[in-house]
């Protein structure tokens, strides 16, 4: 268990479709992010959220849309994604400072039709 | 363009055998770097974090030294288990809250 939960675990969606993906921590961090992880891709920074400000968006295309209401909760809001958008999607959080290690969750699995 | 590269991409050893994992990286500016498993299916445990001002980090058979002069970090596993067979991951984090990431080792100790 490492404090930080991500659901739903998979999730397989047509290209029109819109879908949300959930991260919340129970580790009292006041940072949280998304990464994606592609097959033979290293693994991609998205998003950095610090004390529920938006602080990084790595050119990431506006079809994925965060959500930070509060600094346990973190959301990745997906609608009319491509066939290339199927990837592992994880969340972690940290307190903020340069030297603090992320925690990271097991990841939403995700299909594209 | 900030980059990490893992050598090799996949090692295989029998039980027992020391594990060394490499990683080299191109920032020398780092604040830290992290080293992480991953095993299939999972998202990421964090192993041993080496601070900028520090050159090796232990715990337990792990082992992480830190040259930032020659941009190498270098992950030893003493006398490797079956349950060390994971994918490892090394990152650095510099300016920012961000980590860039290496493309990992896959590591299969044979019983």
């Known amino acids: 268990e490492t404090g930080v939960t991500q659901t739903p675990r998979h999730l397989v969606m047509g290209m029109t479709n819109k879908k949300s993906l959930k991260c919340e921590q129970h580790?009292?961090?006041?940072?949280m992010y998304w990464y994606k992880q592609s097959a033979k891709k290293p693994l991609e920074l998205m998003f950095v959220y610090n004390f529920k400000e938006q602080t990084e968006n790595n050119s990431v295309p506006s079809r994925f849309s965060p959500e930070c209401p509060n600094s346990s909760h973190l959301f990745l809001h997906l609608h009319t994604l491509q066939p290339e958008d199927s990837a592992l999607y994880l969340c972690a959080s940290s307190q903020e400072g340069a030297n603090q290690p992320q925690h990271f969750g097991d990841g939403t699995r995700l299909s594209i039709l | 363009k900030q980059e990490v590269t893992q050598i090799p991409a996949a090692l295989s050893v029998p039980e027992g055998e020391n594990l060394v994992l490499n990683c080299s990286f191109t920032d020398s500016a780092i604040y830290n770097l992290q080293w992480f498993r991953q095993d299939p299916g999972k998202g990421l445990t964090s192993l041993l974090l080496i601070q900028s001002s520090q050159r090796e980090q232990t715990s337990g058979r792990l082992n992480a030294s830190l040259d930032k002069s020659s941009g190498r970090s270098t992950l030893y596993i003493a006398a490797s288990q079956p349950g060390d067979s994971a994918t490892y991951l090394c990152a650095f984090k510099a300016a920012g809250n961000k980590l860039t990431f290496g493309g990992g080792t896959r590591v299969l100790v044979k019983p």
């Open positions: 580790l009292g961090h006041n940072a």
